[in-house]
């Protein structure tokens, strides 16, 4: 439910992990970070998903 002065109350859960990526012999080729925020409102059954990479590094 709305708070009586029109705003919304927002509800989120935040993740993040150092992720990479590698080729057949398992070296590694890039490195990044996996940003996640899930969220809600007082008033929604919905969920919603944000997701951006961060600090993006190629192995060459």
Do not use: F
Not at 10 to 23: L, N, R, S, V, Y
């Amino acid at each position: 439910m709305a708070n009586p002065n029109g705003s919304v109350t927002i509800h989120a859960k935040i993740g993040a992990a150092e992720t990479c990526i590698t080729d057949n012999s398992d070296q590694t080729l890039v490195t990044y970070n996996l940003n996640v925020v899930a969220y809600n409102t007082n008033n929604e059954d919905n969920i919603a998903v944000a997701v951006h990479i961060t600090n993006i590094s190629a192995k060459m």
